[in-house]
C-alpha cells in the first residue's frame, strides 16, 4: 500500500525552526531519490530539496544554507530541517520521490508551515 505521511509543521515566526518528517511506504522510499516539495497558494508546486538513496543532496536557491535534508532507510522516513524561516517559506510540505507527478502519483495530505510574526 502506498503511503506517504508528513507531520512537523506549524506557524513559527520568522527566524524560527521546523523540522518536519515523513514516513514512507518502501515502496516508494527504497531506491529512489526522495525530495521536499512545497505549494504556497496560488502557486505551483515545486521541489525545495531532495536527496538520492545514497546521501546526495540538492537544494533550491531560495532554501540553500537554511534547509537541511536527510534519510533514515531503516525507517523509510525522510526529514526536513529548516532554519531561519522567511514569511515567503509559507507552504504546504509534501515529501514524494523525485519525478512525481500530480497526475499519475499518489500525494500525502502535506503539513503546513505558517512563518508569521
Known amino acids: 500500500q502506498v503511503q506517504l505521511v508528513e507531520s512537523g509543521g506549524g506557524l513559527v515566526q520568522p527566524g524560527g525552526s521546523l523540522r518536519l518528517s515523513c514516513a514512507a511506504s518502501g515502496s516508494i522510499f527504497s531506491s529512489n531519490a526522495m525530495g521536499w516539495y512545497r505549494q504556497a497558494p496560488g502557486k505551483q508546486r515545486e521541489l525545495v530539496a531532495f536527496?538520492?538513496?545514497?546521501?546526495?543532496?540538492n537544494y533550491a536557491g531560495s532554501v540553500k544554507g537554511r534547509f537541511t535534508i536527510s534519510r533514515a532507510n531503516a525507517k523509510n522516513t525522510v526529514y526536513l530541517q529548516m532554519n531561519s524561516l522567511k514569511p515567503e517559506d509559507t507552504a504546504v510540505y509534501y515529501c514524494?520521490?523525485?519525478?512525481?507527478?500530480?497526475?499519475?502519483?499518489?500525494w500525502g495530505q502535506g503539513t503546513q508551515v505558517t512563518v508569521s510574526s
Open positions: 536527496i538520492t538513496s545514497g546521501g546526495s543532496t
Open positions: 514524494n520521490r523525485v519525478g512525481a507527478t500530480m497526475m499519475y502519483d499518489y
